[in-house]
């Protein structure tokens, strides 16, 4: 089938390269050149286990190509995925520009029907408005042509998002068209194997699962958090707790790991997005702002356990950091704990030798060349002349260290660790003094 992808970001790439490797002709427009160029040169613009042979493999198939032609783009396709930013603006509300700028300028080249899908994270409401734009742009040039607008949201996780778009849980069609169904159903066939995984609703329901998804796991976290935190000052052990609601299958095992903070692209926008839809219409989603709040102060939590220990003073403290992007397997940096984090020791006068598997290009490109960072080879180089080391993401490479090594290197034998990674008894039988989230303050 002939697809077209605006919007080569995340989510776009990833879904473009995926069909194309089951064999649909895939066309991606980008107004960037610079991008599109680079990505025709084998250059992938992100870090995502598995994507670069995919992106090349298949554009040296010729199943898949980029361009900034709009105009080629819109002709391309039958299926037309609007897969562009949608940033927040000032008050948290998602900026549907760019959404609204495809949608019209698909209206302008299109010369027959067309199915248009939002997979942007969109507030509900939104497919009204892109087809709103498209009538509107086809009464201005005088056109007329037939189109639907389908809201099929996107659930990948960075670092697992090839294998999530290869092999979803589940496809959301928010379509009211007969048609536009049969269509999809037909471009998802090759991922709706064994059962079938797609569930077809009406278009504003569609466009609030999205959110409804992101938000309830994000609330599942700040609630641990807000756990750890009890757990902290009563005396108990969160990862013990954390074992023992986990095993009631009504809650699960995931996303209940507590840490110093949800980040991403993801999460902190799409929490705040729906809290601000919910203002809109006169209701106050107190859960949300709740979830939100905690997660803010959960990101400072870190900063705070490390004044504590040095009596508010940590000016002239040389701070070895492990993990700077969100989460692991991937080398963004949207919303990373470790941002506040570093942030903060710096105002305080601290400096930070920082070490991350993928992420270091990318802080270099946050924070430039700067003296209180400096950006190190390995974990091991980071250590070297620091007074403690901070964990902030959890990285398998950080998960067996050698903690002898970590101690003679330290000039205080000191970790704090944001992600949980290691046992207290265990610290302890190494001479190492070992702060976590919700584990009891000093061990
Ligand atoms: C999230 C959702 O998990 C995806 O389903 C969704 O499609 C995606 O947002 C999106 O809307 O595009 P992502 O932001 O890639 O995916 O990352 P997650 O794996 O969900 O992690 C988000 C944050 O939560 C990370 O900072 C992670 O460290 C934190 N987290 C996660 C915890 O603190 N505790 C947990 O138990 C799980």
Not at 118 to 141: C, F, M, W
Request: glycine share 8%; charged share 25%; proline share 4%.
């Amino acid at each position: 089938m002939k697809v077209t992808v605006f919007g080569i970001g995340y989510v776009g790439l990833v879904q473009a390269a995926v069909m194309a490797e089951v064999g649909h002709d895939v066309v991606c427009i980008d107004v960037d050149q610079n991008k599109v160029d680079k990505l025709k040169q084998g250059h992938i613009p992100i870090f995502e286990p598995g994507l670069t042979p995919l992106v090349k493999s298949n554009y040296e198939a010729g199943r898949v190509d980029f361009t900034t032609d709009a105009a080629r783009g819109v002709e391309h396709g039958e299926v037309i995925f609007i897969a562009v930013g949608t940033p927040p603006d000032e008050d948290g509300s998602a900026d549907l520009k760019y959404v609204l700028a495809v949608a019209k300028t698909i209206a302008t080249h299109m010369t027959k029907h067309k199915i248009v899908i939002n997979k942007s994270t969109v507030p509900v409401g939104t497919a009204d408005r892109v087809k709103a734009k498209i009538d509107e742009t086809l009464t201005q040039l005088g056109k007329t042509a037939t189109f639907d607008v389908v809201s099929n949201p996107e659930f990948l996780k960075e670092g697992a998002a090839v294998n999530d778009c290869m092999r979803p849980d589940r496809i959301i069609l928010g379509t009211d068209s007969a048609k536009a169904e049969k269509k999809l159903r037909e471009l998802y066939s090759p991922f709706n194997r064994n059962h079938d995984k797609i569930i077809v609703m009406d278009i504003r329901s569609a466009e609030l699962t999205k959110y409804a998804a992101n938000c309830m796991l994000a609330t599942k976290i700040s609630f641990m958090n807000e756990m750890a935190n009890l757990a902290e000052l009563l005396g108990a052990d969160i990862e013990n707790v954390r074992k023992g609601i986990g095993s009631d299958p009504r809650i699960g095992y995931q996303f209940i790991y507590p840490g110093c903070g949800y980040g991403g692209s993801c999460f902190p926008k799409d929490v705040q997005a729906l809290a601000r839809s919910a203002q809109s219409v006169g209701y106050t989603a107190k859960v949300l702002e709740a979830v939100e709040a905690v997660n803010y102060a959960q990101k400072e939590k870190l900063f705070e356990y490390i004044l504590r220990h040095f009596n508010g003073d940590v000016a002239g403290k040389t701070v070895a950091l492990w993990g700077l992007s969100f989460k692991p397997n991937t080398d963004d940096m949207r919303e990373a704990s470790s941002r506040v984090l570093m942030e903060k020791l710096w105002a305080a006068g601290a400096k930070v030798k920082a070490f991350d598997p993928e992420a270091m290009e990318e802080t270099q490109r946050i924070y430039g060349s700067r003296p209180e960072l400096s950006l190190m080879g390995t974990k091991e180089a980071a250590l070297e002349g620091a007074d403690f080391l901070v964990i902030c993401t959890e990285w398998q490479a950080f998960r067996a260290p050698d903690f002898d090594l970590i101690k003679s290197k330290l000039s205080l034998p000191l970790i704090f660790d944001g992600r949980n990674l290691f046992e207290p008894k265990l610290m302890l039988e190494y001479g190492l003094h070992y702060y976590a989230i919700g584990r009891g303050l000093s061990v």
